[in-house]
C-alpha cells in the first residue's frame, strides 16, 4: 500500500512539474507574440498623424485602412490574451463523476443549430451513460473546440458533414468526431497539440492544446489522422470509472504530449 501511494504521490508531482514547464513556455510564447506586431502597430499611428499634417486631403482613406489594420492586430492580441486565460484556467481542475456520453450529445444538440449548413451524423451504439473522472465544465470545452474546428475546416461550396462516434472500448469510452474539411498538413500534424501562438487569424492557438491537458488530465488520450481535400478525424479516449473507484486513485496523466499517437 506504501508502495502504491508513494508511486501515485510520484506521478502527481510529476504532473504539476509539466504542467509548470509548459505554463512558463506559453508565458514566454505570449511575450513574443504580444511584442511583435507593437512595433508597426506604434509606427502605423505615428505615419498617420504624419500623414494628416503633409496630406489632409487623402488623409481619410490612408486613416480608414490604417484603422483596419490596427483593429485586427488588437483582436489577435485580445484573442492571444483570452486562450491563455483559459490555459490557465485548466492547471485548476475538479476530477468529479461526468457522464460523457450526455456530454457529447448536449454538445451535437447546440452544434447541430450552425449557421453553416453543416449536418452532423451520430452514432451512440445504443449507449446511453458512460462515466468518466473529469472537469464537469471543462470537458465540454474539449467538444465545443473540436466542433467549431470542424465546422470551420470545411471549404465554400461543400455541403459539410461531421459524424460523431462513439463505443465502449476496452474499459474506456471511445469517441471520433470527423469533418469532410480541407484536412491538415502532414508536416503540422505532429505538432498540432503544442501551444502555438500567432497574431495570424489561420492560427491555432491554445485551442488543442487545451483540448489535450484537459482529456489527459482525465487520464485520457487524444490523437488525429488527416488528409488533405478528404478530411480530419480527432479520437479521444478516457477511461471509465471502475466499480469503487476513487478520483484520487488514478494519477493524471501529465498534460502536454507533444506527438500523435
Known sequence: VEDKTYEEEEKKEQFEESKSKTLNRIIAGIAHEIKNPLTPMKLSVQMAQMKQQRDPENFP?????????????????????????????????????????????????????????VRFETDMHDISSAMVWSDNKQILQVFNNLFKNAIQAIPDGVQGLIKVDFQIKDESAFISITDNGCGIPEENLQTIF????????????????????????????????????????????????????????????????????
Open 61 to 117: 482613406e490612408y486613416f480608414e485602412k490604417t484603422s483596419s489594420l490596427l483593429i485586427e492586430q488588437i483582436d489577435n492580441l485580445s484573442r492571444i490574451a483570452s486562450e491563455f486565460s483559459t490555459f490557465a484556467k485548466t492547471t485548476v481542475t475538479v476530477r468529479e463523476e461526468v457522464d460523457l456520453a450526455s456530454k457529447v450529445r448536449s454538445v451535437v444538440a447546440l452544434f447541430e443549430n450552425n449557421p453553416e449548413g
Open 194 to 261: 503544442q501551444p502555438n501562438f500567432t497574431t495570424k487569424t489561420s492560427g491555432m492557438g491554445l485551442g488543442l492544446s487545451i483540448v489535450k491537458t484537459i482529456v489527459n488530465i482525465a487520464n485520457g488520450e487524444i490523437w488525429v489522422d488527416s488528409k488533405v481535400g478528404v478530411g480530419t478525424t480527432f479520437y479521444i479516449s478516457i477511461p471509465l470509472i471502475k466499480p469503487g473507484e476513487k478520483p484520487d486513485d488514478v494519477a493524471p496523466q501529465e498534460p502536454t504530449p507533444t506527438e500523435n499517437q
